[in-house]
């Protein structure tokens, strides 16, 4: 978790840019904007978790993730820190370095299947994960690398990357199929909508 960061920070500071570096993260101001697109993907997460536990008959999914509103809190404060970790070095170094402004999706998909590979280690050995879980969660890893890239390239806030990763961790509880399925559908439409919106404004 922590290799990462370390290596983005040594490139820093041997190139004597990491005032620049930690300048461009996390002074870029944060529009409201940015707040609700991450407010909906709450609802979207927390939406299609509960619409799973009715499909599945898991009507206790939430509470036996998280037993209390505290658990909540205290899992969101974690997850964050560690969100913050990893996009500092995955989209806020390596995007950010390998990316070039005409090319932005395929580095965005180089970047989450090196993210992917990453977390292969842990997944097999921590996590006892079996071989089709592990493709599935490849196949999940590379969808959040999208949304975190675009979000990265219409912000270039390490905050709300950070916000938006613990979100997912957070609060899409069902299994990965259902969140890969989920995403899929939601995503496409949702960006559909939006360039519909802001091709009518223009009209």
């Not at 920070?9 to 004597?16: A, G, P």
């Not at 989209?91 to 090196?114: A, C, N, T």
């Not at 590979?117 to 196949?139: D, K």
Request: with cysteine; hydrophobic share 55%.
């Amino acid at each position: 978790m922590l290799i990462p960061v370390v290596i983005s920070l040594v490139f820093e500071i041997r190139e004597h840019t990491l005032k620049q570096w930690v300048l461009f993260l996390f002074t870029r101001r944060l529009p409201a904007r940015s707040i609700l697109q991450c407010a909906l993907f709450i609802s979207i997460g927390l939406g299609s978790s509960y619409g799973y536990a009715m499909v599945a008959g898991e009507p206790d999914l939430f509470i036996n993730t998280y037993s209390t509103i505290f658990s909540v809190f205290l899992n969101s404060i974690y997850l964050f820190a560690i969100a913050l970790l990893e996009e500092m070095a995955w989209r806020g170094f390596f995007l950010k370095r390998l990316s070039m402004k005409q090319e932005k999706m395929r580095f965005i998909f180089y970047v989450g299947v090196i993210w992917g590979l990453w977390h292969i280690p842990m997944w097999s050995i921590r996590n006892l994960l079996t071989v089709q879980e592990i493709i599935l969660y490849f196949v999940w890893t590379i969808l959040l690398s999208f949304i975190l890239g675009m979000f990265y390239y219409r912000y270039h806030s390490v905050l709300i990357l950070a916000f938006l990763h613990m979100i997912f961790n957070t609060c899409f509880l069902a299994p990965v199929q259902w969140n890969i399925l989920i995403v899929l559908i939601v995503v496409p439409i949702l960006t559909g909508f939006y360039k519909l919106k802001k091709c009518n404004k223009s009209i």
